[in-house]
């Protein structure tokens, strides 16, 4: 698929390959995703597992990704956006969004921000709501308090 931006640059978007995932960590270093970068097994079978990871780019250049889940139905999750800081600011992001979202309909799209993309997202109109998070090691603390 492609999209076209206001200024006429025309990006390519296409399903993640295996091949692509040391970009993938170049990107997430860059803009400081440390987890994801020192997780790297982690992070890649987070990636070779998702249904939904797409990648924008510029020929051949990978600019920006998306990563998520979903059940088809009810729930879209979104784990990652990120676009090059070179990039941002051309509605790529925003594009991204409503394509994976046209792909499935009827679902609402659910995502976790960074107080740095809060306004992002609030110019595009989502809401913010209220969730909680628990890793599987918090657990056993909580067990042994």
Same mark, same amino acid.
């Not at 995932?21 to 170049?26: A, D």
């Not at 982690?42 to 998520?68: E, K």
């Not at 609030?122 to 909680?132: A, E, H, N, T």
């Given at each position: 698929?492609?999209?076209?931006?206001?200024?006429?640059?025309?990006?390519?978007?296409?399903?993640?390959?295996?091949?692509?995932?040391?970009?993938?960590?170049?990107?997430?270093?860059?803009?400081?995703?440390?987890?994801?970068?020192?997780?790297?097994?982690?992070?890649?079978? @987070?990636?070779?597992? $998702?249904?939904?990871? &797409?990648?924008? %780019? #510029?020929?051949?250049?990978?600019? !920006? =990704?998306?990563?998520?889940?979903?059940?088809?139905?009810?729930?879209?999750?979104?784990?990652?956006?990120?676009?090059?800081?070179?990039?941002?600011?051309?509605?790529?992001?925003?594009?991204?969004?409503?394509?994976?979202?046209?792909?499935?309909?009827?679902?609402?799209?659910?995502?976790? @921000?960074?107080?740095? $993309?809060?306004?992002? &997202?609030?110019? %595009? #109109?989502?809401?913010?709501?209220? !969730? =909680?998070?628990?890793?599987?090691?918090?657990?056993?603390?909580?067990?042994?308090?």
């Amino acid at each position: 698929m492609n999209i076209t931006l206001q200024n006429g640059m025309s990006l390519q978007v296409r399903k993640y390959r295996e091949t692509d995932f040391e970009t993938i960590q170049h990107l997430n270093a860059v803009e400081g995703w440390n987890n994801l970068v020192e997780k790297k097994m982690d992070t890649m079978r @987070a990636w070779n597992n $998702s249904n939904i990871a &797409y990648l924008v %780019l #510029d020929g051949d250049q990978i600019i !920006g =990704y998306i990563r998520g889940m979903t059940d088809t139905a009810v729930t879209l999750f979104i784990c990652e956006v990120i676009i090059e800081k070179e990039y941002r600011g051309q509605g790529i992001g925003q594009k991204l969004l409503a394509f994976i979202h046209s792909l499935y309909p009827s679902t609402r799209m659910e995502l976790l @921000a960074a107080s740095s $993309s809060q306004s992002f &997202y609030k110019q %595009l #109109d989502y809401r913010p709501f209220y !969730g =909680y998070r628990k890793t599987f090691a918090e657990w056993n603390a909580t067990e042994k308090n």
